[in-house]
């Protein structure tokens, strides 16, 4: 465990920026919602519900590791896909990650 303080950076739906602080072995999701901004989550991070979408950054893209067939069929179902989507519960926070920038997806009412 390093004592390095991680961080995220969030664009969220009004464009606005958040610095927000991660911890290691968090899912990207849960550091999103416990700061405060609006994701849905509704699954709780079971890789079920795709209301955790995000767009990651483009430089950031190749820095994650790929995307599970659960995820790639979850995304499929989500609103505004493309090639920078990801759930954020299936992105697990490690220090290689730190400065991860990533802009929140719109949300559907269902
Ligand atoms: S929280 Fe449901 S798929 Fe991520």
Redesign the pocket.
């Known amino acids: 465990m390093s004592d390095e303080e991680l961080k995220i950076y969030v664009t969220d739906l009004e464009g606005k920026n958040h610095e927000i602080p991660a911890l290691e072995g968090w899912r990207v ?1 849960e550091i999103i919602r416990d700061y405060g901004l609006p994701i ?13 979408h995000v767009h990651i950054d483009e430089e950031w893209i190749d820095k994650l590791y790929p995307p599970s067939e659960e995820e790639e069929d ?1 995304l499929d179902m989500a609103y505004d896909v493309d090639d920078s989507s990801r ?4 992105i697990i926070m490690t220090p290689e990650l730190n400065g991860l920038k990533l802009r929140l997806a719109p949300i559907m009412d269902a």
Do not use: I
């Open positions: 999701m849905k989550a509704e699954c709780g991070g079971a890789c079920s519900c795709a209301t955790c979850m759930l954020s519960c299936q």
